[in-house]
Nanobody
Framework: EVQLVESGGGLVQAGGSLRLSCAASGFTFDDYAIGWFRQAPGKEREGVSCISSSDGSTYYADSVKGRFTISSDNAKNTVYLQMNSLKPEDTAVYYC???????????????????WGQGTQVTVSS
């Protein structure tokens, strides 16, 4: 059974940083896409970033490019999202998602991923 557990959320002031972690279990970490999504109240879930565990290729939403960095530690089956220069509009519940890697097309859509974590709240105060 695929399990994804997020951690690292919290309250931070604008301009601050947080690092989210996604601990994965129940599947072979190789050749998977691991994505981060977020959902703010009243808004649709949006793709933030994605990494291929097979070749390390990374992808970002335009809204977070240059501020967020995704990385993976395959030995620990863990993916990280380093979030710098946080803005109030980054406030949301952040979810980790996983699915076998099938190319980058469509990674930003929630339909790409079949397994999801429970989410962790990130709140950025102004």
């Amino acid at each position: 059974e695929v399990q994804l557990v997020e951690s690292g959320g919290g309250l931070v002031q604008a301009g601050g940083s947080l690092r989210l972690s996604c601990a994965a279990s129940g599947f072979t970490f190789d050749d998977y896409a691991i994505g981060w999504f977020r959902q703010a109240p009243g808004k649709e879930r949006e793709g933030v970033s994605c990494i291929s565990s097979s070749d390390g290729s990374t992808y970002y939403a335009d809204s977070v490019k240059g501020r967020f960095t995704i990385s993976s530690d395959n030995a620990k089956n863990t993916v990280y999202l380093q979030m710098n220069s946080l803005k109030p509009e980054d406030t949301a519940v952040y979810y980790c998602a996983a699915d076998p890697w099938h190319g980058p097309a469509g990674w930003g859509s929630y339909t790409y991923f079949g397994s999801w974590g429970q989410g962790t709240q990130v709140t950025v105060s102004s």
